[in-house]
């Protein structure tokens, strides 16, 4: 069964700074999708960012980017300018390429913009 | 573009009743899939539904229910309610068609309190 392991329960940034969200993942497939939601006090899910495991290329999304490590099954999101509107929970999610495309999901990172 | 809507919004229940909650996906989304999210944690994948049937479940006993209609809406029912059941519940829409085929856009959540 697939894992989902974020260690660090919070991170705290400075306004404008940079700051980089860890994620380690484990499986045994060869193909499936890495993602990154965030999670705002407004409850909803927002899609930050995608990845396709096939693809040697690291997606980015304006400010953010990830650090794509297939070998290793690490997957980091980096935030550059950090904002107070980045303010908010950021979860890592795994999903397979089998026939129900649940997602697996981490625990979490709680990430502070400090003004 | 209609998102996805999710009712209510919060509610308390007693220990041992029954709760249903609805979603209603995004306009030309024929997926629904549940998330339980407990306090605090990362969601737990609950159920799929496609074309009106279940189409993958997670590690959820069968007093978890659900149902798709026509529309594409979809109901969660849960039976016999146990304090644990205490969580904020996502619906997430889905399509099988398109550019952005089985990417997954989340409702706001259900928040239920169990007493």
């Known amino acids: 069964a697939q894992t989902v392991t974020q260690s660090q329960p919070e991170m705290s940034v400075q306004e404008a700074e940079t700051v980089t969200l860890s994620c380690t993942y484990d499986t045994s497939e060869s193909d499936y999708y890495l993602f990154w939601y965030k999670q705002p006090p407004s409850r909803q899910m927002i899609l930050v960012i995608r990845q396709e495991a096939y693809k040697q290329q690291n997606a980015t999304e304006n400010r953010f980017s990830v650090n794509f490590q297939k070998a290793a099954k690490s997957f980091s999101l980096k935030i550059s300018d950090s904002q107070l509107g980045d303010a908010a929970m950021y979860f890592c999610a795994y999903r397979s390429l089998d026939s129900n495309y649940q997602l697996i999901w981490g625990a979490g990172t709680k990430l502070i913009i400090k003004p | 573009e209609t998102g996805v809507t999710q009712s209510p919004t919060h509610l308390i229940k007693t220990r041992g009743q029954q709760v249903t909650l609805r979603c209603s996906s995004q306009?030309?989304?024929?997926?629904v899939s549940w998330y339980q999210q407990a306090l605090g944690q990362g969601p737990q994948f609950i159920f799929q539904?496609?074309?009106?049937?279940?189409?993958g479940r997670g590690n959820f006993p069968p007093r978890f229910s659900g149902l798709q209609f026509p529309n594409y809406s979809s109901e969660l029912n849960v039976n016999a309610l146990e304090l644990d059941d205490s969580a904020l519940y996502l619906c997430a829409s889905s399509s099988n068609q398109g550019q952005d085929s089985y990417e997954q856009y989340f409702g706001p959540g259900t928040r239920l309190t169990v007493t």
């Open positions: 306009s030309g989304h024929n997926t």
């Open positions: 539904y496609y074309r009106e049937e279940e189409n």
